[in-house]
Structure formats: structure tokens, C-alpha cells
DNA sequence: ATCTACTAGTGGACTTGTCAACTAGTAGAT
DNA sequence: ATCTACTAGTTGACAAGTCCACTAGTAGAT
């Protein structure tokens, strides 16, 4: 469902294959919602079949033909929709707590790596998400890319928070 | 892979039916990996037909039979091998992200009924992870409960950065 | 000359997780 | 008397997501 209705979202921004659909969620929307190819092609023919969107098969020369789809008046009804049903909230997935539940199981050398391995990457995480804010164009509020970049800075909240928590265990561990 | 994992991290704490299981997860687990029944159930056969668990039928008067699963040194090894690998970060997974990606393209009334729900929950989640804190006893740095209590205050400061971020967002859309 | 990456997409196998129904006895509430 | 919840577990169907291999031409790098 939420794939689906990502997709139409972007489509719903221009028109768009399904090779420019995966740069566009490795680019900009990875940091909430990461999708696998196969994923998005099989997903785009589902929204085909359902009338979500329609597919254009174009002639390049030099490279390979690409199918550019199109949302449809029935395609942005059911965007609407979406965006304005309440989300239940996703379940929470964090392998990383899972290991810290059971950490009093390790000794203390693999202890620290494990606290000093997540420190790490959600450092660069943290200088990765900056990097595209500070890389994108100012935004006044209300207006599209607001909210774009407002997803960016709810991912930049949450690392940071993380490195507040590391901070405050490994402490308390000494 | 990880509910495995979850699994005899639970079952090393003490033997335990499947029953007990899904209610342990609901308590304690949570708010970082929950788990459906049939899943456990079938997870937990796996488990002993890998020879990391093993599993032994109680008869109860009055009540179902039962059958309690206890951890193996095999499985005590897997658990371990485990907890000293480093977690690849688990994909982001925010389906309310992806409704404020798109939120342009909403009227000021639903913009605004997105971002209270979204702090009406945050706030009733935060109280609930705090009064599971509260309600606990207070644990001494390095032992096991400390690390479980870990996770509960990642979750806290999560949730309050979230709250956070959603008054910036609020601020700025006046 | 070979290797890699890019463009554009397809297909199969597989894992993980979700939902709902079903069995069956006990105990408490209305 | 009926309804609901608890205990304990099983099964089937399905949805969502991952991984890998494959096609096939172009262009640049070593």
C-alpha cells in the first residue's frame, strides 16, 4: 500500500519510468522508505491494472526503450485518499535494540564495539542527511519542497537523538 | 533472522512456551521488534529443528497442554555469535513521512489534522514507554535489566524528538 | 582488449510478516 | 443462560519485500 501510493505521489510530480522512480527513492526519499527495484516494476504494473496509471512505451536511440507512466485522474483521487487517512503507526523495526536487550550477555570489549559501531554510522548517517539539506535550495513554508526537507529534518531530529541516547549510556557505562 | 535471535535471547533468560513468548514481546519487546503469534509459533519450530532450542510437553489439569521451550548450548552459541555481528541499519520505514512528502498537496484542514494526530500519538506513546520506565525497578549499570531499560529510553528520546520536530514544523506553518 | 558502469526492464525463488479462522476447556461477568 | 476473556497452539492464504540472475546496447577507463 505504501509503496504504491509513494509511487504515485511521485508520479504525481511528473511522469516517470520505473528506472527514474528507483534514482528518485535512492535519492530523496530512502531516508523514510527504501524500495528495491523489482519491487517498484512489479508495484507500477499493479497500478496500471488497477487504472492508477498509464504506461507510454517511448523509442530511444542508443539505449534501451523505456515505458514512461503517467498518473491518471483516478491515480491522484487515490493519493488524495491516502494522504488524508490517518497512518497507523508502522511497527517499529531496530535490530541494534534488539542486541542492546540482550547485552548484558557480552563482555566488555564487544560491548563497546557494539555501542562504538552505531556510533559511527549514525555519525555519517547524520553528515549524509545535512549534506542534502544543506544541498537543496531554500524552501518557504507551505510550499512543496517544505515538506520534502521537512522529512529530511525529522531524519536529522531522530539521529541526533540517537547520538544523545549513545551518549548518555556509554557514559553510564564509564 | 532477528525474531530468532529475539527468541533465544528470551529463551536464555528463562524456558518458555510460545504463549509466554508473545506475551513477553508485547510487554518488553515492543517498542523495538513485535512479533505475531504464528510467527513465534513457527520461528520456534525452526528454531528446534535446528537443534538450537528443545522442546518438551506439559500436561496441565484444567488448562491446554503446553510446551516449554528450552535454549541449547548450540542455540546459547548462535545467540551469542549474534549479538557480537554488526547489524546492518535496518531500512527506515515511515509511512507518515511519506504522507508529509506529499503534504503540498493538501488543504490547510487536512495539513493540520495529519500533524495533531501525528502528536496526539506521539504524546499517548511517550507516557506509555514512560510509565513502563517508572514502573520498573532501577537497574545498576552493566547488568542485564540496564540494558533493557536501554532500549525503553532510545524509545523515549525518539519519541520526544519526534514531538519536537513536529512544534518546529508547526512553528514555521503558523 | 577487457572490464565496469549506465540505461531499462523482467522473472523466479525465497523470507518475513500479517490476518483470520479454528480447536477446546475454564472462569468470571451480565 | 449467555458472552467474553484467558490459556495454548495450529493452519492456510496472502502481502510485502529481498536477492539474484538475465537481456542488451553504449560509453568510458585501465
Redesign the pocket.
Known amino acids: ?4 501510493r509513494l509511487i504515485l505521489g511521485l508520479l504525481s510530480l511528473a511522469p ?8 528518485h527513492f535512492d535519492a530523496t526519499v530512502n531516508h523514510f ?14 497500478l496500471v491494472k488497477d487504472g492508477f496509471c498509464v ?1 507510454e ?2 523509442q ?10 503517467r498518473i491518471t485522474e483516478h491515480g491522484r483521487a487515490a493519493l488524495l485518499e491516502w494522504l488524508e487517512t490517518e497512518s ?1 503507526p508502522d ?1 517499529e ?1 531496530n535490530a541494534f535494540l534488539g542486541r542492546v536487550f540482550f547485552a548484558g550477555q557480552l563482555d566488555k570489549e564487544q560491548l563497546h564495539k557494539l555501542f562504538d559501531r552505531r556510533r559511527e554510522t549514525a555519525r555519517n548517517y547524520l553528515a549524509s542527511l545535512q549534506e542534502q539539506l544543506a544541498a537543496s535550495p531554500a524552501a518557504n513554508p507551505g510550499e512543496a519542497l517544505f515538506f520534502q526537507l521537512a522529512t529530511l529534518r525529522n531524519g536529522i531530529r531522530h539521529v541526533k537523538a540517537e547520538l544523545e541516547w549513545l551518549a548518555d549510556i556509554e557514559k553510564e557505562l564509564v
Not at 516517470?16 to 534514482?23: F, I, R, S
Not at 530511444?60 to 507512466?69: A, E, F, N, R, T
Request: aromatic share 8%; no cysteine.
Open positions: 500500500m505504501t509503496l504504491s516517470m519510468t520505473g528506472y527514474e522512480l528507483k534514482k522508505w527504501s524500495a528495491d527495484k523489482a519491487q517498484i516494476y512489479r508495484t507500477l504494473a499493479a504506461a512505451t517511448v530511444q536511440d542508443g539505449l534501451p526503450s523505456k515505458q514512461v507512466h497507523s511497527a523495526r
